[in-house]
RNA sequence: GCGGGUGUAGCUCAAUGGCAGAGCUCCAGCCUUCCAAGCUGGUGGUGAGGGUUCGAUUCCCUCUACCCGCUCCA
């Protein structure tokens, strides 16, 4: 199976379309056609179904510590800037930055400065923070890094005076401020960059706005509001469907990675004590949902992180990855993230930004020894009024993506296989498997031939259906064309109207899976389908 | 971000410094009583801009998008 044969049939059968195609496309966005919107819709609908509307508040779900409730918000994409200092995303924003691929440690790339030096027949560039010690740093290093001692501090032949790392182009003589080794710092990149845009009228700085880079901070900010207007206890999950934004370095592969995409978040806030057991419940129940709506397990990863990948305080992160076929043999594409958070999100938004690097956490300080970026001052912790417990929840993530699903329901359920035509001859069929609850059409009515007033009564069928789910009429061409038409959509069901049908008021439903056909009466044909598709 | 490749009809692909072609699809009609290729007819195209030229889809430049590899992936 190869990812172009999908793109294609995304494209003929109106899935996807490139952005703005005519005017030759746009990097990194992508259209939903008339039936990628239903797909992406059934797709949203079942997720807030499942966690959202149709969730039992009043039993205690497998895997879980105890019942909890769920609500929904719906928030707006720009938001105070305040928000994104607090939550780490602007200090991300502005600047290049450099890793460090021994030490894993992250520099602004303008404010490391170095120096040439040579010794024992080598020259390097060695770098430290910028600052008012910066000479006496990078001197020690080079010391060290020559394995000299300072008595022969003589043997360094410096070669001019300290200058920006942003002056040097190749990286592989610079030696990085924590590490051991040369070439260890990666190219300058911006990342997590948000899209800017301005409020109001003027478009000073003091306008500036940014579209949010995820829907989880509208979450955060209406925590306090969500809880005084519905009287919920803890444990309670506020769930949000929303578009974000991303200037991706680098979108590619279809839409997976796309600068305009849509989240489908949930924030659970709990008892710190319980947080771990939460974790694994909405970790292991995420899985299970990829899996109820027909994705191949084999196809799946439940990736965790490994301890050094992982803040302080969080207790664990885990990817939901997917193998997509536009990805190497053994490479998977991630879904969904979900992540136990501690209270680093709500305590941020009270006090302002913490520093990640603290243990316990701490706000982080500018260089007047004040916060940083100031917080809310708002009290968002949480009294429990039976036992009078007051505490800053801790909060679970299940962060996923709306058009990876999407992506991922298309390539799992996409399918050639052989079926025979009207002469028994095998003839290769282009098939998507949807789940039933997915497909962007639920059922085709067709009449088998178009004459002997079959269309009339199918065009009442197919007015009769019309009022519970998406179907689709056809009447033209042959009716085996018309099968794998919509085959080709992921339809499930195509319910045709035959001779017999003018005797005795049955019609015949063919499964798009098996090609089987059971004959019905025509009026427990809206009940059938909508059995079969609620499973 | 770097290197390479590609861009011709809805799809898959031809051809050409001088009227751009096929198959499939699609549409209309005929035929047709259950799984796409029966008949007739029809619609429809050189990614964008600039240059060279009498004339550019073809040669050159720029842009843009997609694909592959590397890098990266909050």
Redesign the pocket.
């Known amino acids: 199976m190869d990812?172009?044969s999908i793109?294609?049939l995304c494209?003929?059968r109106g899935f996807l379309f490139?952005s703005s195609e005519i005017y030759?496309?746009?990097?990194?966005f992508w259209d939903y056609g008339p039936l990628g919107v239903e797909l992406k819709r059934n797709v949203k609908e079942a997720w807030w179904r499942d966690m959202v509307s149709c969730h039992d508040d009043m039993n205690t779900l497998e895997g879980a510590p105890s019942p909890y409730s769920m609500e929904g918000l719906d928030c707006t994409i720009i938001m105070h800037p305040q928000v994104w200092k607090c939550s780490g995303h602007y200090d991300?924003f502005h600047d290049f930055m450099v890793?460090c691929?021994e030490t894993k440690k992250r520099y602004r790339h303008d404010q490391l400065n170095g120096r040439w030096v040579e010794a024992k027949d080598k020259k390097v560039f060695v770098t430290a923070a910028a600052g008012d010690d910066e000479l006496e740093v990078m001197t020690k290093r080079a010391l060290k890094f020559y394995n000299l001692r300072n008595k022969n501090i003589d043997d360094l032949k410096w070669d001019g005076d300290s200058t920006c790392l942003t002056e040097i182009e190749d990286l592989s003589q610079v030696l990085g401020p924590d590490a051991k080794e040369l070439g260890t710092l990666?190219?300058p990149?911006e990342?997590?960059l948000m899209f800017k845009t301005y409020v109001g009228a003027l478009s000073g700085e003091e306008g500036a706005a940014f579209l949010r880079?995820?829907t989880a901070q509208g979450i955060f900010v209406n925590f306090k509001n969500v809880l005084d207007s519905t009287r919920h206890r803890l444990p309670l999950g506020i769930a949000q469907i929303g578009k974000s934004f991303?200037n991706?370095?680098?979108?590619?592969?279809?839409t997976f990675?796309s600068r305009e995409f849509e989240q489908m978040e949930i924030e659970f806030f709990c008892h710190p004590d319980e947080s771990q057991k939460w974790y694994q419940f909405w970790r292991d129940r995420r899985v299970a949902w990829y899996n109820e709506l027909g994705i191949d397990m084999k196809k799946m990863i439940l990736r965790e992180h490994t301890p050094d990948e992982l803040a302080h305080y969080s207790i664990g992160t885990a990817d939901i990855e997917y193998q997509f076929p536009?990805m190497?043999e053994g490479e998977f594409g991630e879904l969904e993230g979900v992540s136990h958070r501690g209270d680093f999100d709500l305590r941020s938004h009270m006090e302002g930004k913490l520093d990640e690097k603290t243990n316990p956490l701490e706000v982080q300080l500018g260089e007047d020894g004040k916060p940083k970026w100031k917080g809310s001052g708002k009290d968002l912790s949480y009294r429990d009024n039976l036992t009078n417990e007051k505490y800053t929840p801790h909060v679970i993530e299940p962060s996923a993506g709306a058009d990876r699903a999407t992506l991922a329901f298309l390539c799992d359920a996409y399918r050639v296989d052989e079926?025979?035509?009207?002469?028994g001859k095998m003839?290769?069929?282009?098939v998507l498997k949807l789940h039933p609850r997915l497909a962007p059409i639920k059922a085709a009515v067709f009449p088998?031939?178009?004459?002997?007033g079959m269309p009339e009564v199918a065009k009442d069928v197919y007015l009769k259906l019309k009022k519970d789910f998406k179907v689709f009429y056809d009447e033209?061409?042959?009716?085996?064309?018309r099968?794998?038409?919509q085959?080709?959509a992921g339809t499930p069901y195509c319910i045709?109207v035959?001779?017999q049908t003018l005797d005795d008021q049955t019609v015949?439903i063919?499964d798009r899976d098996t090609?089987?056909?059971v004959r019905v009466k025509i009026d427990e044909v809206s009940n059938i389908v909508k059995e079969r598709i609620e499973g």
């Open positions: 990812m172009d793109v294609s494209k003929r490139q030759g496309g746009l990097q990194g991300l890793d691929k990666t190219e990149r990342f997590n880079p995820e991303r991706e370095i680098t979108p590619r592969n279809f990675r536009f190497a079926q025979p035509d009207d002469k003839q290769k069929r282009e088998l031939v178009k004459k002997d033209k061409g042959a009716v085996g064309r099968y794998r038409r085959d080709e045709t035959d001779g015949t063919r090609l089987e056909q």
